[in-house]
Nanobody, 124 residues
Framework: QVQLVESGGGSVQAGGSLRLSCAAS????????MAWFRQAPGKEREGVAR???????SYADSVKGRFTISQDAAKNTLYLQMNSLKPEDTAMYYC??????????????????WGQGTQVTVSS
């Protein structure tokens, strides 16, 4: 129905930057919200940033001011610009899409479609 493929992960020194991309295909008309999640080994998956169809964005407190989520509708592509990276940002980063947008919560259960993830490693 909807396929998501992430790219752009890699290894970077603390203080550096990376830009992640997520290419969406299939029935993208059904998507109301797209987001980035991340998960480190042994920890729960957490929401990082999300954006609706008209560009309204929100962020986790831990990345606010450092990360920027954006989208290119013509290319069906989602981006996450990550600046001032810290070792605690190290995780597998996942692109996700939802059929509805919930303004008061940001939960994995609300997202029906997921990419396979791209690894981000930040060294101290």
């Amino acid at each position: 129905q909807v396929q998501l493929v992430e790219s752009g992960g890699g290894s970077v020194q603390a203080g550096g930057s990376l830009r992640l991309s997520c290419a969406a295909s299939g029935y993208t008309n059904s998507i109301a919200c797209m987001a980035w999640f991340r998960q480190a080994p042994g920890k729960e998956r957490e929401g990082v940033a999300r954006i609706d169809r008209i560009g309204l964005a929100s962020y986790a407190d831990s990345v606010k001011g450092r990360f920027t989520i954006s989208q290119d509708a013509a290319k069906n592509t989602l981006y996450l610009q990550m600046n001032s990276l810290k070792p605690e940002d190290t995780a597998m980063y996942y692109c996700a899409a939802a059929r509805a947008y919930y303004y008061t919560r940001f939960r994995t259960d609300d997202f029906a479609y997921w990419g396979q993830g791209t690894q981000v490693t930040v060294s101290s």
